[in-house]
């Protein structure tokens, strides 16, 4: 039985997106619970593909084209989380800052956040500080990831992260944030709770905050 998630994870970590939907309706029809699918296949070959990233053995094409792997399976389980009952590891909010229209990274890292077991609501791109703090009410996640591509507008996270503390929302959650302009150092000067170099490291710094939390 295990040897249909065993393909799922295979399909995943050797990027194989034209049968990766096929695999996972089999499973699904042979009776395997959509969290197993999830956990014992695609949170495991995407930590497999983490691995791999780190010892230098497949680059950020390789790692991107897996992710989409991973996403063409969670597209095929979606539809029916509603009559399975799937709990997440938790819930992340990713947005790019006011000014900025990046993506790319972003979207990468979402996918390898929902590889991970996270459910993650993506705000998009020009993110607005007032947008950020609406949705944290509403939602009520547990991380909020902010990115920027631009030395111009990388300050609009020290502005997001002053705006939450005003409407007495920062305490609520954990802001990390990423991109080209930013590191660590920038990250504990605007009160950040961490920075991620990469999609690899931002899917850790995100395991470790829920686990502290």
């Known amino acids: 039985m295990n040897n249909y998630l065993e393909r799922i994870k295979e399909a995943v970590v050797n990027r194989k997106q034209d049968e990766i939907d096929e695999l996972v309706k089999e499973a699904?029809?042979?009776?395997?619970?959509?969290?197993?699918?999830?956990?014992?296949?695609?949170?495991?070959?995407?930590?497999?593909?983490?691995?791999?990233?780190?010892?230098?053995?497949?680059?950020?094409?390789?790692?991107?084209?897996?992710a989409n792997t991973m996403k063409k399976a969670l597209e095929v389980i979606k539809p029916l989380l509603k009559t399975q009952e799937i709990i997440a590891k938790g819930t992340i909010l990713m947005g790019t800052v006011q000014g900025d229209i990046h993506d790319i990274g972003k979207n990468l890292v979402i996918m390898m956040l929902e590889g991970a077991g996270f459910h993650v609501v993506d705000l998009g791109v020009d993110v607005s500080k007032e947008k950020i703090a609406q949705k944290i009410e509403e939602i009520k996640p547990d991380i909020i990831g902010l990115s920027a591509l631009s030395t111009t507008t990388m300050d609009g996270m020290k502005t997001a992260i002053e705006y939450l503390e005003k409407k007495g929302l920062r305490n609520m959650v954990k802001v990390i944030i990423g991109g080209a302009p930013v590191n660590a150092l920038f990250a504990i000067k605007i009160g950040a709770d961490g920075y991620g170099a990469d999609a690899i490291e931002a899917v850790k710094l995100a395991k470790n905050l829920i686990e502290r939390k």
Request: charged share 25%; glycine share 8%.
């Open 28 to 66: 699904i029809e042979k009776g395997f619970h959509l969290e197993q699918i999830i956990n014992d296949a695609l949170i495991v070959a995407m930590d497999i593909i983490g691995q791999k990233y780190e010892w230098g053995q497949i680059k950020i094409p390789e790692m991107l084209d897996s």
